[in-house]
């Protein structure tokens, strides 16, 4: 069964620092979402990216985040400048287009920030 | 802003018996609703859907049903198994937007005891 995928699993970095974190989304899907879920917190949407664009980004999504589908396959989220408080598990999700809401998550990216 | 709500941290039921996890919701232009299941360390999981224009939705075991005059949908799972036990996000979408983004809940923690 196709699923998403996303690298690394867990990514230590430090403050002030970049990091990119890595989604193949399924195949023939074509909406793209990251979110994020800060420890003992919901699950909370970030940005939205469809046809090649960003279609939503919530309040949360400032300059200091951004993403790319750089080919066919991969889709990523950039933190230029990390804060301890970005410290969080992104989940990436993609789902097919049409009327169909169900999206498919990935196993999620832990970003520890120290 | 909560605009999906979840208001019991946890729930604890033997095997054999009924689950009901419960959601509420406040924003009305809310027309597509979802379950979704995840483990620790794992990515949500969809379980099952359903549309405004729907009250009731069954899959297998499990069984959502929606009351839109009081926001209010619930999930049973008959009969619980120990294999359900995870944390079930209740989530919702708006269909009027072009990106299907979905508002999660804080999350419900079922233990299904042997």
């Known amino acids: 069964e196709p699923e998403v995928t996303q690298t690394p699993s867990h990514q230590v970095t430090q403050m002030g620092q970049e990091v990119i974190l890595r989604c193949v989304p399924i195949?023939?899907?074509?909406?793209f979402y990251w979110y994020r879920q800060i420890l003992g917190q919901k699950v909370e949407f970030l940005v939205s990216?469809?046809?090649?664009?960003?279609?939503?980004k919530s309040e949360i999504f400032d300059d200091q985040f951004s993403v790319e589908r750089p080919d066919g396959s991969n889709f990523t989220l950039k933190i230029r400048s990390t804060k301890l408080e970005d410290s969080a598990m992104y989940f990436c999700?993609?789902?097919?287009?049409?009327?169909?809401?169900?999206?498919?998550f990935g196993p999620g990216t832990r970003l520890t920030v120290t | 802003d909560q605009q999906v709500k979840q208001n019991s941290p946890s729930l604890s039921v033997q095997e054999g018996r009924i689950s009901i996890l419960n959601c509420d919701y406040t924003?009305?232009?809310?027309?597509?609703f979802l379950w979704y299941k995840k483990y620790p360390a794992e990515g949500p999981t969809f379980l099952i859907s359903?549309?405004?224009?729907?009250d009731k939705n069954e899959d297998g075991r499990f069984t959502v049903f929606l009351n839109k005059s009081a926001k209010h949908l619930s999930l049973h799972i008959v009969p619980s198994q120990p294999g359900d036990s995870a944390v079930y996000f209740c989530?919702?979408?708006?269909?009027?937007?072009?990106?299907?983004?979905?508002?999660f809940g804080k999350g419900t923690l079922l233990t299904v005891n042997p």
């Open positions: 999700a993609s789902k097919v287009t049409g009327g169909l809401y169900e999206q498919y």
């Open positions: 195949s023939n899907h074509l909406y």
């Open positions: 990216f469809y046809n090649n664009e960003i279609s939503e």
């Open positions: 989530a919702a979408s708006d269909s009027g937007g072009s990106n299907y983004k979905l508002t």
């Open positions: 924003n009305s232009m809310f027309d597509y």
């Open positions: 359903i549309s405004s224009i729907k």
